[in-house]
């Protein structure tokens, strides 16, 4: 069974910048495509970003030019690092599979003030 924990999250102030872990057990990352999901409170969960298993990204646009997804295979860990955080960027933030997900993990809770 795979498991996903998510860490990185925080307080900060808008225009600051926060850079999100996610490693998972149970699977080898490398053979899957992978986003990184957020949901504020009172709000469907929505995705933010992927990278294929080639190392292509694609960004929501609410998000482009400001975060960067990445993934160390050999650590079997996903990044996303946000630059320019915006108080719209608060929420809870998940990583998964892109299709198929497996069970979510806990999240990691990011907190932006204005």
């Known amino acids: 069974q795979v498991r996903l924990v998510e860490s990185g999250g925080g307080l900060v102030q808008a225009g600051g910048s926060l850079r999100l872990s996610c490693v998972a057990s149970g699977s080898i990352l490398s053979n899957n495509g992978m986003g990184w999901y957020r949901q504020a409170p009172g709000k469907q969960r929505e995705l933010v970003a992927t990278?294929?298993?080639?190392?292509?990204?694609n960004y929501a646009d609410s998000v482009k030019g400001r975060f960067t997804i990445s993934r160390d295979n050999a650590k079997n860990t996903v990044y996303l690092q946000m630059n320019s955080l915006k108080p719209d960027d608060t929420a809870v933030y998940y990583c998964n599979r892109a299709t198929y997900y497996w069970a979510w993990g806990q999240g990691t809770q990011v907190t932006v003030s204005s």
């Open positions: 990278i294929t298993s080639g190392g292509r990204t």
